[in-house]
């Protein structure tokens, strides 16, 4: 078969057809067969909201895989970065030592879903016997893509298995993180899971729920065409009042959630905490066909443990309510622990074209793996679970 390698500045370049019947129900294992990040409607939601483009330091440069006659075999989900910034794996000290040594870190290519720190394909090919040569071409052109543009590096962050062993089958330096995932060991409801925990820890989250609705404050689950303008209004009141805070510019525009109402409500569940007739905060999670994935909260009023409820138990109930696998609640947070929530090692690959930088960043990256595996180890001892802490029981 005749392949040839494309470079898309945009998606509207490309039908949403063919970019989801490449992007989606592929994967093997345990990864999700639908990953709503890596559709059509989410990626496309990004540019169209103007959310990302070269105005912004995301300028989306998608290099695709095509046959002969033009048909989509596979995609990547590529920007050129005039930053670090929404990546959630972070350059910042690589960026820093290689201009302080006279070199130029940007542009850099990223692959990855903008502002998103959760785990999918970024290679986008159906499975198939021609899905390593399409894995193979895509990374050929990213490669001759970062030597044609001057860019320094190419990092491909929160990679799934297959994903990741193509890339450093390939010569890519791995990467690994941590994050805290909520994972359904067949649950039929809330007090099932809590059966599974220790005493001391179901008495703190009793109380925690108990106190986070303690001022009349009511939750209210609301997905599809329930999403009307207004919900989103009072959500992204909530976003901007935390990205204001935490990052000082939030990512995201508010025209960005009316188009992902329009083109996938039926994979957004958003949770309003509603007190006294007004929302007053609320968090927004994306459903794929096996995972929950919690994304930005944000409040108007602040209430004891309303963020615990909120992003993390209402998550729960809702997975258990669906019969979903999983609860991915985002990057960092040890504080999620004690509600359940489980360390799951998380992966990146990254491809540096100087060969000193290259050496540094490789000899950086093999001590901070064995930090990040032991770390995760001592995590995993410390949940709240019966099975690993009887003695707390």
Same mark, same amino acid.
């Given at each position: 078969?005749?392949?040839?390698?494309?470079?898309?500045?945009?998606?509207?370049?490309?039908?949403?057809?063919?970019?989801?019947?490449?992007?989606?129900?592929?994967?093997?294992?345990?990864?999700?067969?639908? $990953?709503?990040?890596?559709?059509?409607?989410?990626?496309?939601?990004?540019?169209?909201?103007?959310?990302?483009?070269?105005?912004?330091?995301?300028?989306?440069?998608?290099?695709?895989?095509?046959?002969?006659?033009?048909?989509?075999?596979?995609?990547?989900p590529c920007y050129v970065k005039s930053h670090s910034q929404g990546e959630y794996v972070f350059d910042h000290s690589w960026a820093d030592a290689y201009e302080r040594a006279g070199g130029r870190y940007y542009p850099k290519l990223q692959v990855s879903v903008p502002f998103t720190p959760v785990t999918g394909p970024r290679l986008l090919v159906p499975n198939g016997p021609q899905a390593g040569n399409v894995?193979?071409?895509?990374?050929?052109?990213?490669?001759?893509?970062?030597?044609?543009?001057?860019?320094?590096?190419?990092?491909?962050?929160?990679?799934?298995?297959?994903?990741?062993?193509?890339?450093?089958?390939?010569?890519?330096?791995?990467?690994?993180?941590?994050?805290?995932?909520?994972?359904?060991?067949?649950?039929?409801?809330?007090?099932?899971?809590?059966?599974?925990?220790?005493?001391?820890?179901?008495?703190? &989250?009793?109380?925690?729920?108990?106190?986070?609705?303690? $001022?009349? &404050?009511?939750? +209210?689950?609301?997905?599809?065409?329930?999403?009307?303008?207004?919900?989103?209004?009072?959500?992204?009141?909530?976003?901007?009042?935390?990205?204001?805070?935490?990052?000082?510019?939030?990512?995201? $525009?508010?025209?960005?959630?009316?188009? /992902?109402?329009?083109?996938?409500?039926?994979?957004? *569940?958003?949770?309003?905490?509603?007190?006294?007739?007004?929302? /007053?905060?609320?968090?927004?999670?994306?459903?794929?066909?096996?995972?929950?994935?919690?994304?930005?909260?944000?409040? &108007?009023?602040?209430?004891?443990?309303?963020?615990?409820?909120?992003?993390?138990?209402?998550? /729960? +109930?809702?997975?258990?309510?669906?019969? *979903?696998?999983?609860?991915?609640?985002?990057?960092?947070?040890?504080?999620? *622990?004690?509600?359940?929530?489980?360390?799951?090692?998380?992966?990146?690959?990254?491809? /540096?074209?100087?060969?000193?930088?290259?050496?540094?960043?490789?000899?950086?990256?093999?001590?901070?793996?064995?930090?990040?595996?032991?770390?995760?180890?001592? *995590?995993?001892?410390?949940?709240?679970?019966?099975?690993?802490?009887? $003695?707390?029981?």
């Amino acid at each position: 078969m005749t392949f040839q390698v494309k470079i898309a500045q945009g998606l509207k370049a490309v039908s949403a057809a063919a970019w989801d019947a490449c992007a989606l129900k592929t994967g093997s294992g345990d990864d999700d067969p639908f $990953n709503p990040f890596v559709s059509y409607a989410f990626l496309s939601a990004l540019e169209d909201s103007g959310c990302v483009g070269a105005k912004t330091g995301w300028a989306p440069v998608h290099v695709l895989v095509e046959d002969e006659g033009g048909a989509l075999l596979g995609a990547a989900p590529c920007y050129v970065k005039s930053h670090s910034q929404g990546e959630y794996v972070f350059d910042h000290s690589w960026a820093d030592a290689y201009e302080r040594a006279g070199g130029r870190y940007y542009p850099k290519l990223q692959v990855s879903v903008p502002f998103t720190p959760v785990t999918g394909p970024r290679l986008l090919v159906p499975n198939g016997p021609q899905a390593g040569n399409v894995r193979a071409h895509l990374i050929a052109g990213l490669r001759a893509l970062r030597d044609q543009i001057g860019a320094s590096s190419i990092h491909a962050t929160f990679l799934q298995q297959d994903d990741l062993e193509a890339f450093t089958d390939h010569d890519f330096l791995r990467r690994d993180d941590q994050q805290f995932h909520w994972l359904n060991e067949g649950y039929s409801s809330f007090d099932d899971f809590m059966s599974a925990l220790t005493s001391r820890k179901r008495k703190a &989250i009793k109380r925690e729920r108990r106190d986070a609705l303690a $001022n009349d &404050i009511s939750i +209210e689950w609301v997905t599809g065409p329930e999403i009307t303008e207004a919900h989103w209004d009072a959500f992204f009141a909530f976003y901007m009042d935390t990205g204001s805070r935490k990052w000082g510019r939030p990512y995201l $525009n508010r025209r960005f959630f009316s188009l /992902i109402g329009e083109r996938m409500a039926d994979r957004v *569940l958003l949770v309003m905490a509603k007190r006294e007739g007004r929302h /007053i905060a609320g968090a927004i999670n994306f459903m794929g066909d096996t995972r929950l994935y919690g994304r930005n909260w944000g409040c &108007i009023e602040d209430h004891p443990f309303l963020h615990f409820e909120v992003c993390y138990y209402q998550a /729960i +109930e809702f997975a258990i309510a669906r019969g *979903l696998d999983r609860v991915e609640a985002g990057a960092q947070g040890e504080h999620k *622990l004690a509600r359940g929530y489980q360390p799951v090692i998380t992966s990146s690959a990254h491809d /540096i074209a100087d060969p000193a930088l290259r050496r540094a960043v490789q000899a950086y990256l093999q001590q901070e793996r064995a930090y990040v595996s032991e770390a995760a180890k001592e *995590l995993a001892e410390a949940t709240p679970f019966k099975y690993r802490n009887e $003695n707390q029981d």
